[in-house]
């Protein structure tokens, strides 16, 4: 008389304990989001279609009549397709092959700018180069006219020492200038050195 309700428990237990471990060795699948929708001359089930619409196709909508739509394809197929198979937004592949297509033009353009910024660095470092160049060369002069000036304020001929200061105020002027450029070039450049 205990055993009968033991039994019956064991019983019921039993198949419960075995279908809670069945969902750890089941496989998971998805429904396909492709879909294939008959073209029916009129709008009900019972005709027969006369073509077929696919997932992503873009259908124009001529009439709508009974949960139906007629629609034309872009190969002038007409005819009348169930309303609930349709949306006003793209299907999810349609949209992600967009996406892919954007990413792809956004990864060249990408590699443009990149190859865009290292040359815009590689003619930076040659203006900056050149710019200690004329430094240099500025430094020259002005020590060499510093000591003609001497020499000639020595000889008492001032016109010499007035040459030796023009040719000192262009060359500043020229540096200046340079200078000028180029704080101009890296303000339009956002900070960016050239």
């Known amino acids: 008389m205990y055993y009968r ?39 009900d089930s019972r005709s027969t279609p006369v073509g077929v ?23 002038d197929l007409t005819g009348w397709i169930k ?17 892919e297509t954007k990413r792809a033009e956004n990864l060249e353009e990408l590699e443009a700018l990149r190859q865009n910024q290292t040359a815009l660095e590689e003619a930076n470092e040659r203006l900056n180069n050149q710019l200690d160049q004329v430094k240099a060369e500025r430094a ?26 023009l040719v000192v ?3 500043a002027a020229f540096a200046g200038g340079v200078l000028w450029q180029r704080r101009q070039t890296t303000r339009r450049l956002g900070g960016l050195r050239l």
Request: charged share 20%; proline share 6%; glycine share 8%.
């Open 5 to 43: 309700p033991l039994i019956f428990l064991i019983c019921l237990v039993g198949p419960l304990n075995g279908a809670l471990h069945a969902d750890e060795d089941a496989d998971t699948i998805y429904i396909s989001d492709q879909l294939r929708v008959g073209v029916r001359p009129e709008p």
């Open 83 to 99: 309303e609930i198979y349709t949306a006003e937004e793209p299907p999810a592949m349609v949209q992600l092959e967009r996406l």
């Open 140 to 165: 020259k002069l002005q020590l060499r006219l510093a000591r003609d000036a001497f020499g000639q304020k020595q000889q008492g001929s001032y016109g010499l020492l007035w040459l030796t200061g």
């Open 169 to 171: 105020s262009a060359v």
């Open 53 to 75: 619409v696919t997932t992503g196709m873009q259908l124009e909508v001529l009439d709508s009549r009974n949960g139906y739509l007629q629609i034309r394809t872009d190969k």
